[in-house]
């Protein structure tokens, strides 16, 4: 596998983890409907645990099948679900941050944030990968160019199939 393609295929759980909470549906915010210090809600209704765990789910499932298509890719069956909950979880916890942030400097929610939308939950995932394996710096790089349109991408298809209301 080449270097460009190991790098997507690296990445894809935590693409799938970070788009797929939109099909869950939640009820519950994982805020509570709290509030911050600064008055503003500390992440907003569109967090949600069910689909926190369904994008957690989601991108371990993606491991694992990645594993059953090309074992050697991960080495063995821990191998793959260690990356795949490290890539899954650390994605998760950039978009949290995000609409955290997002919350900070007043942004409705479902408004865009361009860069931090799109790399947010890279690094973050990158982050938590980290100790479980790494990229080369090419391949790092290569994800933040092509990422932000994988994004845009998935944006506006899920948003065509009326899974989200916003093409963004």
């Not at 479902?110 to 080369?136: E, H, K, N």
Request: charged share 15%; glycine share 10%.
């Amino acid at each position: 596998m080449n270097e460009i393609a190991e790098a997507l295929w690296y990445i894809l759980p935590a693409y799938f983890a970070n788009a797929s909470p939109v099909l869950f549906k939640g009820k519950i915010p994982m805020d509570f409907g709290k509030r911050f210090i600064d008055g503003r809600r500390i992440l907003g209704d569109g967090k949600t645990w069910r689909g926190f765990f369904g994008g957690l789910f989601a991108g371990v499932l993606i491991s694992l099948i990645q594993y059953y298509c090309t074992p050697s890719f991960y080495g063995s069956f821990y191998s793959a679900l260690e990356l795949g909950f490290a890539l899954s979880f650390g994605a998760l916890f950039g978009d949290l941050v995000g609409s955290f942030v997002k919350r900070r400097v007043g942004m409705e929610r479902g408004y865009p944030a361009v860069g931090l939308d799109q790399w947010g939950f890279l690094v973050a995932a990158l982050i938590f990968a980290y100790p479980v394996r790494t990229l080369s710096t090419k391949q790092v790089l290569f994800l933040l160019v092509v990422t932000p349109f994988i994004h845009w991408s998935a944006n506006v298809f899920a948003y065509k199939m009326k899974w989200k209301n916003v093409p963004w």
